[in-house]
């Protein structure tokens, strides 16, 4: 693992109730990455969420 950042989809405050957002596997530059295994990382009020996501 790299530990490298691919793309940040929303950095910043959101009002509470139900927010969804979609990734389309490019990076911040807008570059199409590679098929393999990345982390998703949530900060909720500082509590911390990663969930695995695989690009085929």
């Known amino acids: 693992m790299r530990g490298k950042l691919s793309a940040v989809l929303h950095d910043g405050c959101l009002t509470s109730g139900l927010h969804s957002f979609k ?4 990076s911040g530059n807008g570059a199409k990455l590679a098929a393999g295994v990345y982390f998703v990382k949530l900060d909720i009020s500082g509590k911390i969420h990663k969930k695995r996501v695989i690009i085929l």
């Open 23 to 26: 990734w389309n596997a490019l």
